[in-house]
């Protein structure tokens, strides 16, 4: 039986509410790093007039050093095509990096925006019932910073959201690893994104606790 895993995350339920967090620090985006580590693995990319397999551009191996500009052009992407997120280049403040907005709950939700993503998972849902794949919703690690920005009321909209789908489509499944007391410090670069370490535990946990289940 196939399995689709798809985050649930916390941010999609702002709807409209959310104010800045002075609190918060933006880490620098790594968007750009990403989607370029993505052409590279599946797309293959074009360096000095030569194609080059993504898998020999990207070796940690770098035999492909010479052939870069610079040590940012240079990036190495893991083998599913991500920006490796390495603890020895963590920020000091890392703490507060990418903390959650907050939100203004006197404000009432944007229906339009609700609609459209609940739309956007019905969408997705009635292909999986049609197609028999495992539908599984995931609540992925926060470091506890991001965890007190949370709201519980917020947490208990999430909650309904996915009460109303599994309602509809009983083939949905809802994990949430958001508290697991098994990540510690050095499995988070930030308050909302994992290490490479930290993803290879999540990756583990995920397939021992439901993709084998």
């Known amino acids: 039986l196939k399995v689709l895993v798809v985050p649930l995350e916390y941010a999609k339920f702002y709807l409209g509410r959310n104010i800045d967090n002075p609190e918060e620090k933006k880490s620098p985006s790594n968007n750009q790093d990403t989607y370029k580590c993505m052409h590279y693995k599946y797309m293959g990319i074009r360096i000095d007039e030569f194609w080059y397999w993504s898998e020999f551009l990207n070796s940690k191996l770098n035999f492909m ?37 907050l939100i203004d709950l006197t ?40 965890q007190k920005s949370m709201k519980k009321e917020v947490n208990e909209e999430m909650l309904s959201f996915v009460h109303r789908l599994q309602k509809k489509y009983p083939i949905i499944e809802y994990y949430d690893y958001c508290y697991d007391n098994r990540f510690v410090d ?14 290879n ?3 583990r946990i995920v397939k021992e606790e439901i993709l084998e289940r």
């Open 65 to 101: 050093t010479r052939f870069v500009k610079s040590n940012k052009d240079n990036i190495e992407c893991d083998s599913l095509g991500y920006v490796a997120l390495k603890l020895s280049k963590r920020n000091p403040a890392w703490k507060n990096r990418d903390l959650p907005q």
């Open 107 to 146: 404000k009432e939700i944007d229906k339009q925006k609700y609609d459209v993503l609940y739309n956007q998972f019905e969408i997705i849902a009635d292909l999986a019932q049609k197609e028999k794949v495992r539908f599984v919703l995931l609540g992925t690690p926060m470091y506890m910073t991001y």
């Open 186 to 199: 050095d499995d988070f670069m930030d308050s909302s994104h994992l290490t490479e370490n930290g993803a």
């Open 201 to 203: 535990k999540f990756s």
